[in-house]
Every structure is written in C-alpha cells, then in structure tokens.
Nanobody, 126 residues
Framework: VQLQASGGGLVQTGGSLRLSCVPSGLTIRRYAVGWFRQVPGKEREFVAVINWTGDRKYNIDAVKGRFTISRDTAKNAVYLQMNSLEPEDTAVYYC????????????????????WGQGTLVTVSS
C-alpha cells in the first residue's frame, strides 16, 4: 500500500490550498483516510479523517472550520481543502490509512494508522 500526497506549496496568510491523497493498493470505499501534520520538534497532529462510510471528523481546535475533507470514490482520492490559512498551519501534511477499521472515536490517533504518505509541505507566509 502506498499513499501519494500532493498539493502543498507556499501561500500567503488568508490563502487556500487543496491537498490530494491517492492511495494505491487500498480502496477508500473500505478504509478511512486521515490527514495529519507535523512541524519540527513537535508531535504529529491530527487534522481530519474521512472514514469508509464518508463520515468526517476534524480537529476542531486546529482547523476552526477552515478545512474540509472530502473524497472522490471514482478516483480513489481524498482531498483536504484548506481556506483562510494562517502561519500556524505551516507544516508537513501527511495522509495516512489504517490496515483495518478502527472504531470511529480512535481515528484521531496517529498510532491507529499503518500506512503513511511521504508528506507535502505547506508554508504560509505572514
């Protein structure tokens, strides 16, 4: 299983980016796909997840209603639309998937995920 994340870049405060995650060897109809982010010296932080039924969960404190996770099952792709970006959103963003179906309440825990993409860097300038 591999997950290919893309869409990061440099954007000014208030700008938008859309990240994409395309898994291979795994279908998003059957597994959850989550987004995490990490800055140097800090632990990986949960951002959002969409599970196999399409239910969504967010780190409300981190995204504050600015981010939306979605999926296109025909393309087997998951997206993270990020609006009103702030310098505090600067991080490497990773998409990830578990090898099974963890209970919904645990999908915000990084240790529930077995497969990780390579990460895409998002830099928000002030």
């Amino acid at each position: 299983v591999q997950l290919q994340a893309s869409g990061g870049g440099l954007v000014q405060t208030g700008g938008s980016l859309r990240l994409s995650c395309v898994p291979s060897g795994l279908t998003i109809r059957r597994y959850a796909v989550g987004w995490f982010r990490q800055v140097p010296g800090k632990e990986r932080e949960f951002v959002a997840v969409i599970n196999w039924t399409g239910d969504r969960k967010y780190n409300i404190d981190a995204v504050k209603g600015r981010f939306t996770i979605s999926r296109d099952t025909a393309k087997n792709a998951v997206y993270l639309q990020m609006n009103s970006l702030e310098p505090e959103d600067t991080a490497v963003y990773y998409c990830a998937a578990p090898s099974n179906r963890p209970v919904y309440s645990s999908l915000d825990a990084a240790n529930m995920y077995d497969y990780w993409g390579q990460g895409t860097l998002v830099t928000v300038s002030s």
